[in-house]
């Protein structure tokens, strides 16, 4: 009987193994790390995303930013291929106006813009633990949440 | 017992078995997307671009309460006529931007069950199966009074599609639908406003400038399709009017606020808006509009 137990535990682990491989990247942005838990007015904006990307190697986002908007901006990934690097720039000028290795790479940053632009985000995950010769693979799901929420009025 | 033991064993056997061949068919659709992937982020040339979808558009323009004229949007009779997988996808997109803004609209209608109907009609032409289904319907038959209930559902649709598009390799078709979906919503915004009634609203709309720079720089990562390459020809209106409008332009200054690390961005190009740009502005949509919704002799 508990032989029995023991075969019926390893099959539903194989099951549930194999489900899980077949996962994908859609909706990642969506799961725990990319979340924000205080909404402070803030609402989802749909240019959220996410996507498969080669560890150590710079991928590149651009969206529209409107004027007169707070957003938040959320990036994740799999547990272990912290950190993650991103620097935003303007996408007319290419100035930069945030680097967070500044900041310890740190997952999130917040913003006020005054003006529509297109920004660009340039993203690698640098997955610093991660040696080539023992991690099960190099391509790994990075989630980018954008939050926004119109600048909330000072004064009475 | 042995007999239970061997009907669960062959069951997991066979499901094994089923998940390997799934699996490598996944493995096969996850390295085609892999490749559009790494196409799209490893080369610098290749940009990935996000657009907004029609409902954040007028929600972004929109700012407050005014009159829709519904009279503007492309009647839902035309869509039979549409023949060719070309304004099929284009005149889609043209629907979806439809639907986004009569859902913006407070009244006692059923209009947007009519659109949404239609909305389905065409995917299924360009073998896009399922994103509008009996659930979708349902819940929009239940909130046909709810605006904001509307706008979700209407994102969700929106959202929804490009992303089948962009995973099953088809972005053709996603740049012939955001085609009519851009050019839809631009039409009615700029038909819903005279240039003396609200300075703010017209600056919006013509913000979406930005919205239209980043589309079109989407679409031509593709511009050897041939119906993309049509597409992009008869925008060139659009665009010619967009590149030569005036703006002001101050250095942006990047701020940190004390209290809460909140970046402050100030500074950066602002549109100068002017009767004449936006009489240019009102034609050209127009114009380039009426083309995408005549029937199908249109953009060949």
């Known amino acids: 009987m508990i032989r029995m137990k023991k075969i019926y535990f390893l099959l539903i682990a194989l099951f549930i193994t ?16 990319c979340k924000i838990y205080r909404s402070d007015g803030f609402e989802y904006y749909g240019q959220s995303r996410s996507a498969l990307l080669e560890i150590k190697k710079q991928a590149t986002f651009k969206a529209v930013f409107y004027g007169d908007r707070d957003y938040k901006v959320v990036l994740c990934t799999d547990y272990g291929y912290y950190p993650i690097h991103y620097v935003i720039s303007n996408a007319d000028t290419q100035e930069i106006l945030y680097d967070n290795s500044e900041d310890d790479y740190v997952e999130s940053v917040g913003f006020t813009i005054d003006k529509t632009q297109n920004l660009v985000f340039d993203i690698t995950v640098l997955a610093e633990d991660v040696k080539p010769k023992d991690s099960f693979d190099l391509r790994v799901c990075v989630g980018v949440n954008i939050y926004w929420r119109k600048v909330p009025k000072l004064g009475f | 017992m042995k007999m239970k033991l061997i009907i669960v064993l062959g069951f997991f056997t066979f499901f094994a078995f089923t998940q ?29 671009y996000m657009l907004p979808s029609p409902d954040e558009m007028f929600s972004e323009i929109f700012i407050e309460d005014l009159e829709l004229k519904p009279e503007y949007v492309n009647p839902v009779t035309n869509a039979t006529n549409y023949v060719d997988i070309k304004s099929q996808s284009i005149n889609l997109g043209v629907y979806i931007s439809d639907f986004a803004y009569l859902s913006a609209v407070n009244d006692n209608t059923t209009d947007e069950l009519e659109y949404l109907k239609v909305i ?13 289904d009996e659930n979708m319907l349902d819940r929009i038959n239940n909130n046909l009074m709810v605006k904001d209930s509307l706008d979700k559902i209407s994102q ?41 009634q609200s300075g703010e609203i017209i600056q919006n709309i013509f913000d979406q400038k930005f919205v239209f720079d980043n589309y079109y720089e989407f679409a ?36 940190k606020e004390s209290d809460n690390d909140f970046l402050v961005i100030q500074g950066g190009k602002e549109i100068i808006v002017t009767e004449e740009a936006y009489i240019g502005f009102r034609e050209n949509i127009t114009n380039v509009r009426t083309l995408l919704v005549s029937i199908s002799k249109s953009i060949n």
């Open chain 2, 156 to 196: 969700e649709l929106y959202y929804k599609m490009s992303n089948t598009l962009e995973s099953s390799d088809r972005n053709n078709i996603l740049v012939l639908v955001s085609t009519g979906a851009i050019v839809e919503a631009l039409y009615l915004a700029i038909n819903n406003i005279d240039f003396d």
């Open chain 2, 20 to 48: 390997c061949k799934s699996e490598k068919k996944e493995n096969s659709q996850q390295s085609t997307e892999h490749e559009e992937i790494t196409q799209a982020f490893g080369n610098s040339d290749k940009v990935v």
């Open chain 1, 18 to 33: 194999t489900s899980a491989f077949s996962q994908r990247c859609d909706n990642y942005h969506k799961s725990g790390d």
């Open chain 2, 220 to 255: 031509s990562q593709y511009k050897d399709d041939i119906y993309v390459k049509t597409v992009l020809k008869e925008l060139t209106a659009i665009k010619d009017m967009f590149d030569h409008l005036d703006f002001s332009e101050t250095d942006i200054e990047v701020t």
């Open chain 2, 120 to 132: 389905r009609e065409l995917m299924d032409k360009v073998n896009l199966y399922g994103i509008v």
